[in-house]
């Protein structure tokens, strides 16, 4: 992969990592989807585009509703959490939040050169994976983006994806998990 194309998907990751982040007036603005649109529409992803235009155009108040969907998926919702943004808990036989796996994805990231800011921080939630992705992408290494894709991040990440697009009920995130699992597929 030559420089542009490592840079190029390094500045996607992070974008797709921003987007799974809280929904925030600080950020998620009309630059924000502006970027998006033009994004899905490069790609050929018209009607995910339109969906996501008619979405944030239904009314004056679009961020609140990104903001309780965001709750209700990733945060907390009753009887329990509907897609946790974490690979232990579909890793773990017993869905343990920081189980082996995220401590495999801690190892891995100091192999590499990289820890986490926070020692609270959860190492294999999706933002940092995506993150840790960039990085590798930025420093051209690519083995060791494709080994961290194939053993951390591939072995969650349909679960997770699943979860969202059966159970979601605004189309924002199931159009992110779809370009998430489009930039982290085996073929790219």
């Known amino acids: ?16 990592a921003q987007s799974m982040r809280y929904p925030s007036p600080d950020w998620m603005q009309a630059d924000y989807f502006s970027a998006l649109n033009a994004f899905l529409v490069e790609l050929g992803w018209d009607g995910e585009a339109q969906t996501i235009r008619q979405a944030i155009s239904e009314g004056a108040d679009w961020l609140e509703p990104l903001q309780v969907e965001h709750t209700r998926l990733f945060v907390n919702a009753v009887p329990c959490v509907v897609a946790p943004p974490y690979g232990s808990v579909y890793l773990s036989a017993d869905g343990m939040l920081y189980g082996p796996s ?3 994805a801690k190892a891995f990231y100091r192999e590499q050169g990289f820890d986490l800011a926070g020692e609270a921080d959860i190492p294999d939630h999706l933002t940092f994976e995506l993150e840790f992705l960039a ?13 961290f894709l194939q053993n951390h991040f591939r072995p969650w990440f349909p ?9 979601g009920r605004h189309p924002f995130y199931g159009v992110l998990v779809n370009l998430i699992d489009f930039f982290t597929r085996e073929e790219m």
Do not use: P
């Open 1 to 16: 992969m030559n420089q542009s194309t490592s840079t190029n998907l390094a500045e996607i990751y992070r974008f797709l």
């Open 102 to 104: 995220a401590e495999k």
């Open 135 to 147: 990085l590798l992408a930025e420093e051209g290494k690519d083995q060791e983006e494709e080994l």
């Open 159 to 167: 679960h997770f994806q699943a979860r969202v697009l059966q159970k």
